[in-house]
Each structure stands twice: as structure tokens, then as C-alpha cells.
């Protein structure tokens, strides 16, 4: 009986890469206008002849996920769950070390987030801001990992989270199997079709699966995937 799962889905996965490079062939890296229309589009990622790694964002209304039934069914009840990197850890240590510098170097008690030194009578923010800065910096640093506060919004504002996830995919393709669950920029896509050595892959958006495909997970929340 096992034999015969995995070839049906090496089959599965074949078939599914007939439809992906018919599909991809047609369709180029431009993408989604904007973050809400994510949901609205499968990614395709290929290893080309020369070597060189592409992508392509294809509309769901153009992208069959009935044909990739049976490659996501046969994926198996335990799923591997990978938060595609935005650049954000990097981000919030910079945002650090550059305020454990800054309050350091300040005559004045420093705000870090609306929070501030007030108990110089207790102790002078000359000493205090040796151990004040520290704390208050690192609070800062844990929340902003988590996607909260001024630094995590700032961040939001100031960066596109899809196009690092789309890199982060290329270099990391060859880890990615079916039924991974890949969370970009708050989206959780599921492999559904993934070829040796990381040829090719394909991700489609977990909570149109959930409707197409049954059986197939709800959609997991983005804290959930990546806290």
C-alpha cells in the first residue's frame, strides 16, 4: 500500500509540474499590487538551464488546484510550519544597538517607546541609564521580533515583506515539501508540488486549499506560524 502512495505522488507531483511550467511560462515576477491581494495568487519558483532561480505569481483563477488534489492529500497529516524571513529579526537588532547606543550617550533621560526614567531622586540618570538603557532596549528588541510596537510598525511602513520572502524561497526551495506551510507577510501558502533538488516549486494560498481540497487544514494564523 505504501508503494503505491508514493507513486502516486511522484505522479501527482509530475502531473502537477506539467501545470506549473505551462502555467508560469505565461506569467512574470510583477505580482500582487499589494499585500491583501496575496491570497489571490499562487507562486511559482523554477530553476532555469543557466542556472538562474525565477518566480512567477499566477492568478488562482487561472492556476487549476483541482489537478493538485491528489499531490496535497498524499502530503500526510503532519506538516512542517516555516515562517519565510522579511528581514525583520535584522532589522530590530539594528534598532538594538542603535538605541542601547543612543541612551547611553544621553545627559537626559532617554524615551524608549513611550517609556522613560523618572526615579532620578532614587538614583541619578547618569548611573542609572548604565542598567535603564540595557533593559528598556532589549524589552524593546524582544517585542519587535513578535511584530509588536513602534519599532515592528515603523518596519511595516518602511519595507516590502514580500519580496525578501520571495528570495528567502529561492535559497531555501530545496527544504520545502509538499505539505510545508510557508507563512509570507501574514499569508500562509502550503507547498503543493515541489520537484527533486528543488527544481521547482509551487505554493498556493492555504485557505483557498481549505476550500478546494478536503481535508486540507484551515488557514493558520500568522502568530501561530511564526511566534
Not at 6 to 32: D, K, W
Not at 110 to 124: C, G, L, N, S, W
Amino acid at each position: 500500500m505504501r508503494m503505491t502512495q508514493v507513486a502516486q505522488r511522484a505522479m501527482a507531483v509530475s502531473l502537477a509540474f506539467i501545470l506549473v511550467s505551462c502555467s508560469a511560462a505565461n506569467y512574470t515576477a510583477a505580482g500582487p499590487a499589494s499585500r491583501q491581494d496575496l491570497a489571490r495568487y499562487a507562486i511559482v519558483i523554477e530553476q532555469r538551464p543557466d542556472g538562474q532561480v525565477a518566480h512567477a505569481w499566477i492568478p488562482l483563477k487561472e492556476f487549476d488546484l483541482t489537478k493538485l488534489q491528489h499531490t496535497s492529500s498524499t502530503a500526510g497529516a503532519r506538516r512542517s510550519i516555516m515562517c519565510a524571513a522579511s528581514g525583520l529579526n535584522a532589522y530590530c537588532d539594528g534598532r538594538h544597538d542603535q538605541c542601547v547606543s543612543d541612551c547611553l550617550k544621553s545627559s537626559r533621560p532617554f524615551v524608549i517607546e513611550h517609556r522613560q526614567y523618572m526615579d532620578a531622586k532614587a538614583q541619578p540618570w547618569r548611573i542609572a541609564r548604565s542598567w535603564w538603557c540595557p533593559s528598556n532596549c532589549m524589552e524593546t528588541l524582544v517585542d519587535c521580533k513578535k511584530g509588536r510596537g513602534e519599532w515592528a510598525e515603523q518596519y511595516a511602513a518602511e519595507f516590502d515583506e514580500v519580496a525578501p520572502a520571495i528570495d528567502w524561497l529561492k535559497k531555501h526551495r530545496t527544504e520545502l515539501i509538499v505539505g510545508t506551510v510557508v507563512v509570507i507577510a501574514g499569508v500562509a501558502f502550503a507547498v503543493v508540488a515541489a520537484g527533486s533538488g528543488g527544481a521547482a516549486l509551487a505554493l498556493a494560498p492555504m485557505l483557498v486549499l481549505a476550500e478546494l481540497v478536503p481535508g486540507t487544514p484551515p488557514g493558520i494564523q500568522h502568530s501561530e506560524a511564526c511566534g
